[in-house]
């Protein structure tokens, strides 16, 4: 564990991550969006990080699902360990050359992994990747992702797409949470002995999922 990035050592332990988004009273109330905050726990719900999202209050108006952002993860003693950063990118099929891409660093100034979309015509499809850029899993989801009334899964695949290895899912918290607050609860299920920082990839990949398909979940309704 002394190889491991400071921080991530307990990550090392999991395989199990939950990440739930805090409620915003402003934003319940007034539907005006302000910067996310997410609690990060293991499966007995005890709280192991907490990220705040970074970026202007335009971005998050006009831009929305599609903004930049800079996510920092911090621990318990309040040490940042993870840096999740996403550049504004197009998020429709006539760019496949353009699609989102989103870049993990643990620590901080230190690349941990990648996010990359991949296109698809039916599917919602990524790849992680580790630091050297490196294809490691595929992460698959379903053809709807509207979620009313059960989770929905994201499936961890390897590489070839056929063994499924794990999940990034969105749970299903009922009717008031989901429609009034529109906050996110989450889950990623992923082999205890995968690197850490692969790991810390797939928290960043948890956010850019929720910022993809269920931001505006509430516009939909």
């Known amino acids: 564990t002394h190889n491991l990035p400071p921080g991530l050592e307990y990550l090392n332990q999991l395989d199990q991550i939950i990440i739930h988004q805090q409620v915003e009273l402003l934003e319940a109330i007034l539907g005006t969006e302000t910067s ?9 719900g005890q709280r192991v990080y907490f ?3 970074e970026n202007g209050c335009c971005d998050r108006k006009l831009c929305s699902p599609l ?6 993860i911090a621990d318990n003693a309040g040490r940042e360990v993870i840096r999740v950063i996403r550049p504004l990118r197009c998020n429709s099929c006539c760019f496949p050359c353009f699609l989102q891409e989103l870049e993990v660093q643990s620590p901080p100034g230190t690349i941990a992994g990648y996010v990359v979309q991949n296109w698809d015509p039916f599917l919602p499809k990524f790849t992680i990747q580790n630091q050297s850029k490196e294809d490691v899993l595929k992460i698959i989801g379903p053809c709807a992702t509207c979620g009313c009334f059960e989770d929905v899964d994201f499936e961890v695949k390897a590489l070839n797409e056929m063994t499924t290895i794990g999940k990034i899912s969105k749970y299903w918290s009922g009717f008031v949470n989901n429609v009034f607050t529109n906050t996110a609860n989450f889950g990623i299920q992923v082999p205890v002995d995968l690197d850490v920082r692969i790991k810390a990839v797939m928290i960043g990949a948890c956010f850019l ?3 993809m398909f269920f931001e505006n979940s509430l516009d939909r309704l």
Request: glycine share 0%.
């Open 36 to 44: 996310s905050k997410y609690e990060i726990k293991n499966p007995l």
């Open 51 to 53: 990220a705040v999202e």
């Open 67 to 72: 903004r930049a952002f800079t996510i920092r």
């Open 209 to 211: 999922i929720d910022l």
